[in-house]
């Protein structure tokens, strides 16, 4: 499992306060894993939520996490690190991928600091890959199934920490429809696991409760066991999939 944290584009903010959230700076610095800091492009936060994560521990420990997805975009123009891209495995640098931002702000509810990380991963049938950074700058991660980890930190009661990572899909681009539609691509049903929250390593117990609301939530009913839930990284995904349909975690 590789262990990230946001530097290039990744910040904490300071407490909120009784007053509202804290206006985002236009810069953003945070402290990386080998204790080095580095500035980074402030999270986009206006427009509703994609979709929201609810965890309550057995402790009673509550966090929160908020993501918000941007246009999916020809490769060439995100604002993703293409240096970072290109050292993705083929084919996600060839000039056929499309890349979507995603911008995650988390808040811990708790009445004592405690580290936490977010766990995510790719859905197959599809190999998607993941822009993020890491203490020595942005890089690519390959996204095997459960094997994305990102490390926010030690976290204060009610702090924010807003992580930003770039969905790649790979080869989304053909011959065929070099400008694909929303449309178009949300009938490949890119989907990612969800961003979920794990608070000092702990391994979620049987008083643990956790939910995922919003829009680009998709969820695969399975006969005779609970249902599947996943994260659409393509707006115009079906919110619903046929249990013949649904894919392998």
């Known amino acids: 499992m590789s262990v990230l944290v946001g530097c290039g584009s990744s910040a904490v903010s300071p407490p909120a306060s009784s007053k509202g959230p804290p206006s985002a700076p236009a810069v953003h610095s945070t402290s990386s894993i080998d204790g080095s800091r580095t500035s980074a492009a402030a999270p986009s936060l206006r427009g509703p939520p994609s979709f929201i994560v609810n965890l309550t521990t057995a402790d009673g420990d509550k966090v929160t996490v908020v993501g918000r997805f941007g246009r999916p975009l020809p490769a060439a123009q995100s604002d993703v690190d293409q240096t970072a891209l290109s050292e993705c495995p083929p084919p996600a640098a060839d000039g ?100 979920k929250p794990t608070l ?33 990284v393509v707006g115009d995904t079906p919110k619903t999939l046929n249990e013949p349909d649904c894919p392998i975690a």
């Open 200 to 232: 000092s390593g702990a391994v979620a117990g049987p008083n643990q409760h956790d939910r995922t609301t919003g829009p680009r939530l998709v969820i695969c009913p399975r006969q005779n066991e609970a249902n599947e839930e996943y994260i659409a």
């Open 96 to 195: 056929r991928a499309v890349v979507v931002r995603l911008d995650l702000t988390t808040t811990l509810e708790s009445r004592r600091s405690t580290e936490v990380a977010l766990q995510t991963g790719y859905i197959t049938p599809h190999l998607i890959n993941f822009v993020m950074g890491s203490s020595e700058g942005p890089g690519c991660d390959a996204g095997e199934p459960g094997s994305t980890s990102v490390s926010l930190g030690q976290l204060r009661p009610h702090q924010l920490a807003h992580f930003t990572m770039w969905v790649v899909l790979p080869d989304a681009i053909t011959p065929h429809d070099r400008h694909p539609s929303d449309k178009t691509l949300g009938a490949e049903d890119w989907l990612m696991a969800i961003p």
